[in-house]
């Protein structure tokens, strides 16, 4: 199976309601319209991984959920689990999901925590 990265199958922009910081875990609290999906709410929580000595905080790994309300008013769900990088307030997150409805997807985000907005892209597996 090949991806062109440059095609997705959908887009959406997502506003951050919400920013949590605890030792190395900051949890993104999030919600906004994806095509295809409708109004989606999920939560992120980011994992920092330091590289050997360095405590530089420049990614990581990421687990959350989210939860679509769909156009003609369904619901469905997926856990995602990936990774991150991260260059000060600007993060790129990679993982795919398996949502309720039997659609599986890789997913990029493209968040920045400063305007907090975040836009998605994601690639149907299926």
């Given amino acids: 199976m090949n991806l062109d990265l ?5 887009k959406g922009t997502f506003t951050i309601t919400a920013i949590g ?3 190395d875990t900051m949890t993104v609290y999030m919600e906004g319209k ?7 709410t ?3 929580e980011y994992e920092h991984m330091p590289r050997g000595d ?6 990581g790994t990421v687990t959350g959920t989210a939860e679509a309300i769909l156009e003609g008013g369904g619901i469905v769900s997926t856990p995602h689990m990936g990774t991150f990088t991260r260059d000060g307030s600007k993060m790129k997150v990679f993982f795919a999901d398996y949502v309720t ?5 890789f997913v990029r985000f493209e968040v920045d925590l400063i305007d907090k907005q975040s836009y998605v892209s994601f690639w149907s597996l299926r």
């Fill in 54 to 59: 360095c405590g530089d905080r420049s990614g």
């Fill in 21 to 23: 910081q605890r030792e």
């Fill in 34 to 40: 994806v095509e295809g999906y409708g109004f989606v």
């Fill in 42 to 44: 999920l939560t992120h």
């Fill in 6 to 10: 440059s095609n997705p199958d959908g």
């Fill in 101 to 105: 409805n039997g659609d599986q997807n």
